[in-house]
């Protein structure tokens, strides 16, 4: 049986631009979100979030009626599952756990409009289990019909996992070109939905169970944490040892079989500093080396801010007629990574806010990607980076945004810099 209508729930940095696609390929698509502002935006034809091409794919499927935003599940073919699964708020120290609540919701909402012969996939990123848990969701509240747990191969309703794994910014290309790891409840779920994804996906679709899909991202996640924890954990070390870090790499990477990431201020967005937690909280006496890596990753930005410390006490032996009032901190770049406008989970926020807090003179803050910051740090004054330069006595590079790396003229005095992306040529 083909898909001719098919749903997703949950039209945020992946539900939409997934949606998209499918409409693009003329099926008729139902968007489903509990956001009435996302709902009302994606049916002007006009989307919500930043992310390249996606405007234009939107405007014309929303204009050629193959896609329209509705707040409750209607009835489809097929259901794609992508809500947020962050985690559990917890004391400091603690290991963080799942929340599986949005899941729940979106799950049991599709369960009412469900029928024999629809595929529900989940695509959100989720600890080993959760697709078993959702389709334990999905029968409790439709007992009429039957699912893979309970008759196999000849369920009602097939289930698998499917996770998605575009990188912000390159969300349309990769949608398209990306390999796809299916993990179906049974065969006949896996081939099922390598039938549906094959209606943009044009990277190869690799069949596996529900489970080995669900690790199979985290997996992909964590080995990302655990690499970049590496660079960090050098350049620490190599401050130390006053070595500079960045050529100290550059000079390992000529061995033909090592390839070390770049060192930063921290890991930030919502995926990789959260994904490697799943199977922390899930094998906490195994995931000894996964967990570490997160506590490394997780303690840069507070190593950086005593960086800035040092810079300040530096810049005031220098000046002695001058107190810490007068001292002027500019930071430079303000989003999880460079080039985007993202400042979900960002370390050079977190790291910016914490110097506001700390510091009683003047703190600016330079982000080419925005124009207004977020309350949170409406503290910061936001200025251009020809003013920033000018103004700053200390100065910290925090994202390795395109404007600064062109950057070619920095005079400065390098006492004053903690550059935590080594583009101005002086060490962290
Ligand atoms: N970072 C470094 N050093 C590096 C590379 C990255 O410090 O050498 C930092 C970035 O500055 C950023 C963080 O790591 O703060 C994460 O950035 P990223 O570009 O590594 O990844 P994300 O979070 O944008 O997207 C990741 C991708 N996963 C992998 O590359 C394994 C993407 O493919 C996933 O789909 C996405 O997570 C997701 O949604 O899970």
């Not at 259901?79 to 599986?100: M, N, Q, R, W």
């Not at 506001?356 to 409406?378: A, C, F, Q, W, Y």
């Not at 590079?397 to 395109?402: E, I, N, Q, T």
Request: with cysteine; glycine share 6%.
């Amino acid at each position: 049986m083909s898909f001719e209508t098919i749903s997703v729930v949950g039209l945020g940095y992946i539900g939409l631009p997934t949606a998209a696609m499918f409409a693009s390929r003329k099926k008729q698509v139902i968007g489903v979100d509990v956001n009435q502002h996302a709902v009302d935006t994606i049916n002007r034809g006009e989307i919500h979030i930043v992310e390249p091409e996606l405007d234009m794919i939107v405007h014309a499927a929303v204009t050629e009626s193959y896609l329209k935003a509705v707040t409750l599940p209607e009835p489809a073919d097929a259901f794609l599952i992508a809500v947020p699964t962050p985690f559990k708020p917890c004391a400091e120290g603690e290991i963080p756990e799942p929340d599986l609540r949005y899941i729940e919701v979106a799950s049991k909402a599709i369960a009412l409009v469900l029928k024999k012969g629809d595929l529900v996939i989940l695509e959100s990123t989720s600890p080993v289990g959760a697709t078993e848990q959702m389709a334990e969701w999905l029968a409790e509240i439709r007992p009429d019909l039957s699912f893979p747990q309970q008759r196999g191969e000849n369920a009602d309703v097939n289930v698998a996992h499917c996770p998605e794994r575009v990188l912000p910014g390159h969300v349309v290309r990769e949608l398209v070109e990306n390999d796809r790891v299916i993990g179906g409840m049974s065969k006949r779920c896996s081939e099922r939905s390598v039938e549906l994804y094959k209606t943009f996906v044009q990277g190869d679709c690799v069949i596996t169970n529900a489970r080995t899909a669900e690790m199979a991202k985290l997996t992909e996640n964590s080995c990302r944490d655990v690499q970049i924890a590496f660079a960090n954990e050098l350049s620490m070390i190599c401050d130390k040892l006053d070595i500079d870090v960045w050529e100290l790499i550059a000079l390992a990477n000529r061995h033909p079989r090592i390839n070390i990431l770049q060192p930063g201020p921290g890991v930030g967005g919502h995926c990789i500093a959260v994904d490697p937690w799943f199977i922390v909280s899930n094998t906490p006496e195994e995931a000894q080396l996964i967990h570490t890596a997160r506590k490394v990753n997780d303690s840069k930005p507070e190593w950086v801010i005593n960086k800035v410390k040092i810079a300040i006490a530096d810049f005031l032996q220098a000046n002695p007629e001058k107190s810490v009032k007068d001292v002027t901190i500019a930071c430079y770049g303000l989003a999880f990574k460079p080039d985007i406008d993202d400042l979900r989970e960002s370390p050079a926020l977190e790291i910016t806010k914490k110097i506001t807090e700390m510091h009683s003179g003047r703190v600016i803050g330079v982000e080419p990607n925005i124009d207004k910051l977020p309350s949170k740090i409406s503290d910061v004054e936001l200025i251009p980076f020809e003013t920033a330069l000018l103004k700053g006595n200390v100065h910290v590079m925090l994202v390795d945004h395109k404007e600064f790396k062109e950057f070619k003229e920095f005079e400065l005095s390098s006492s004053y810099i903690v550059d935590t992306k080594g583009i101005w040529g002086c060490d962290e």
